[in-house]
């Protein structure tokens, strides 16, 4: 039965597996072409190898389907095989054009990590969750559809995932239960991890400071957030500051006086720090949420809002250190003393640099009273838990989205 659902699988990718194929062979053969060469033969198996290619890609993805982190597992597993196939190529000494594959891989890793994003989208798990004193409830969290196991010797071949309680089934007495549901290739996960994975949110009353036990990886990619946030500030100048810069020379001619107005928010470590923006109302107006049609913003800025470009700024931020381009929003002191007196951990989100954009805006959008940014409080959380490369390249794509269809935007 696992067999044949990993068969199901392979099929639903086999759209992204044939595209990424063709469009190899396509990009080979044209640096080929051009290099009017006319040893077809080999052409004809260098394009057979990287069509096969992606099928074997996909067949590794498949094994690694339960992974965490699935742009970061479709690159690595997609270098590895592509360089495994230049070394089969070369060591069988077909003539090859280096260049040609060197251009083929960026198209294979882009098709790729597509289809593992599909695969991973479209994993159905059966799950059972054993017996314990809150189990109907969190069947009804998880939507009802749960199995509930109360019997030991329960047959669970029908199954790809046990939930269980730590506090009640890390006993002696589940131990044999517990070995079998590994051995028959059931992931056995604590309840709380899956639902959280699944809502993309902490549980902020069960959260404390000790669950923060970063993988190596993470305390990498912590490390290195800082200098990737230099580089993209560098990268994009060239386009950024000349658009800054007619941004600053449209609100002075409509409004005149300053373009830019500061904004004391609350940073890492609680420090407070000035934050830049773009200043989009007309002078003497009250800020606050907008509405649609808002008369206070100066004619044009609305677009500007929506795209945020308003807070093009903030690059000054991340290059002065105070922020980065992902992170949880800074909120103004004010809103972090209110926060922090209705439920004590909201400091916790101090414990990252804020960024421009973040999991909670992306998924939450904007927080207009305490209870709100109570609730925008579980994703910046999982956030910081969840702390990954593939997290944040996640909150990219919904960014870009957000901006182009002005969800969230105000």
């Known amino acids: 039965m696992r067999r044949y659902r990993s068969l199901s699988y392979l099929t639903r990718m086999l759209p992204e597996i044939l595209v990424a194929g063709v469009l190899q062979c396509l990009v080979y053969a044209a640096f080929i072409l051009n290099a009017h060469r006319q040893d077809w033969d080999n052409l004809l198996i260098v394009c057979a190898v990287l069509f096969i290619l992606p099928l074997m890609i996909a067949i590794a993805l498949l094994g690694l389907r339960r992974q965490e982190y699935p742009f970061t597992i479709a690159v690595f597993v997609t270098l590895i095989f592509f360089n495994a196939a230049v070394a089969v190529l070369s060591a069988a000494r077909i003539p090859v054009s280096y260049t040609g594959l060197l251009c083929a891989y960026p198209v294979v890793t882009v098709v790729m990590i597509a289809a593992n994003l599909k695969l991973r989208r479209s994993l159905q798990d059966r799950i059972a969750l054993l017996a314990f004193p809150d189990a109907h409830r969190v069947s009804a969290l998880l939507g009802g559809k749960v199995a509930i196991i109360r019997d030991q010797n329960a047959d669970l071949s029908g199954f790809d995932r046990v ?12 131990a044999v239960f517990l070995t079998r549901a590994h051995m028959i290739g059931a992931e056995v996960t604590p309840w709380i991890s899956f639902l959280e994975l699944r809502q993309g949110r902490v549980d902020v009353d069960a959260f404390d400071v000790s669950h923060l036990a970063y993988s190596p990886s993470q305390i990498y990619y912590s490390k290195a957030k800082r200098a990737l946030d230099v580089i993209a500030v560098l990268i994009s100048a060239p386009i950024t500051a000349p658009l800054g810069i007619l941004i600053w020379l449209y609100i002075r001619a409509l409004d005149g006086g300053p373009a830019i107005f500061i904004q004391t928010r609350r940073g890492y470590g609680g420090r407070p720090f000035s934050m830049l923006k773009f200043r989009t109302m007309y002078q003497g107006q009250d800020g606050g949420a907008t509405r649609a049609r808002d008369s206070r913003i100066i004619k044009g800025c609305g677009f500007l809002r929506r795209l945020r470009l308003d807070e093009l700024p903030q690059l000054l931020n991340i290059w002065r250190g105070e922020m980065s381009l992902i992170g949880p929003r800074p ?28 999991w909670a805006q992306v998924n939450s959008g904007y927080a207009e009273t305490t209870k709100e940014e109570i609730d925008k409080l579980s994703y910046d959380l999982y956030y910081i838990k969840h702390l990954s490369v593939d997290l944040d390249i996640l909150i990219v794509i919904s960014t870009i989205s957000t901006v182009l269809f002005g969800r969230g935007a105000r």
């Open 163 to 174: 939930l269980i309680d730590a506090e009640t089934h890390h006993h002696p007495e589940w």
């Open 331 to 358: 909120v103004a002191e004010y809103v972090a003393q209110e926060s922090e007196a209705a439920e004590p951990k909201f400091i916790h989100r101090s414990l990252v640099l804020p960024g421009i954009t973040g």
